[in-house]
Nanobody, 124 residues
Framework: QVQLVESGGGLVQAGGSLRLSCVAS????????MGWFRQAPGKEREFVAA????????YYGDSVKGRFTISRDAANDTLYLQMNRLKPEDTAVYYC?????????????????WGQGTQVTVSS
């Protein structure tokens, strides 16, 4: 069973930083890739970042490149998303996800397992 539990969301002013954590069951790290998505009210779920275990390749959505960093702490079974220079448009529920799909890191339909989400609110 793959279980993902996010934490670290909250309220922050524009320009500030937050670090999200996703604690994963050990089986999650036997998948091919894990990532972060976000969804704002009335909008589609949006790709944020992904980390491929083999080779350590990272992917980022255009809107977060240069501001967000995805990383993994294998010893603690945790995936992180460091978010810097936050903007009001980053406000959303952020979800951690895992997949065994090797083709497409950015489409949420390709991810098999999801956490419950954590709210991030950026005030202007």
């Amino acid at each position: 069973q793959v279980q993902l539990v996010e934490s670290g969301g909250g309220l922050v002013q524009a320009g500030g930083s937050l670090r999200l954590s996703c604690v994963a069951s050990r089986r999650a790290f036997t998948t091919y890739r894990m990532g972060w998505f976000r969804q704002a009210p009335g909008k589609e779920r949006e790709f944020v970042a992904a980390f491929t275990w083999i080779g350590g390749r990272r992917y980022y959505g255009d809107s977060v490149k240069g501001r967000f960093t995805i990383s993994r702490d294998a010893a603690n079974d945790t995936l992180y998303l460091q978010m810097n220079r936050l903007k009001p448009e980053d406000t959303a529920v952020y979800y951690c996800a895992a997949t065994s799909n090797v083709d497409d890191p950015v489409s949420y339909e390709k991810y098999d397992y999801w956490g419950q989400g954590t709210q991030v609110t950026v005030s202007s």
